[in-house]
């Protein structure tokens, strides 16, 4: 499988959560393999002079409402998390830490994550509603504790964002196809489009 798509993103962003629900249709349709690349939207935000778009309050309103939009049209559950916005720095310092130790693990993790984060929403910036929530997943908390304050798992999420923002990132979700750059779940045709293209 020569296609791949690479896709930059955070649990505490609710369009990564859509683009989550869509792009393993898109890769199977495409015969592509999704690259998962969990990276920090707060250092990609610093480091671009980026934000939130909630911090602008009319458009915070307006994204609310294009997100049940979309929603509606995949066909997914979504809710807004009433605890947004949510420190993710734990929550993605877990998926790459899974990446290294446990891959077999790392789906599950990702589902159990954006589910409880935009599907049925609790606040997982709360360290004992996260461990409830990964133990109720099959997840052993005391593991998880190790895995993330692991030296060498803060130092590949720090890499990760360090690459997105020398890539060109500024937000999630952010796919590459190649070295084209694509940024927003609104954007998932023209990465279909992409990868239906033959390869070089």
Known sequence: ????????????????YLAYT?????AQECGAQIIWRPMLLGGVFKATGNTSPIAVPAKGRWMRDDLVRWAQRYAVDFAFNPHFPI???TLMRGAVGLQLRRPERFARYVEVVF???????????????LADTLAQAGFDNEEFT????DAEVKGRLIAITEEAVARGVFGAP???V??????GQDRLDFVRQALLQPVP
């Open 1 to 16: 499988m020569n296609k791949r798509v690479e896709l930059f993103f955070d649990f505490g962003s609710p369009a990564s």
């Open 178 to 183: 190649g070295t084209q750059m694509f940024f």
């Open 22 to 26: 869509q792009l393993p249709k898109i």
């Open 174 to 176: 952010t796919c590459f």
């Open 115 to 129: 589910r409880a984060m935009w599907s049925t929403p609790r606040n997982l910036g709360d360290a004992a509603i």
């Open 87 to 89: 420190h993710t720095l």
């Open 146 to 149: 190790a895995l993330v304050g």
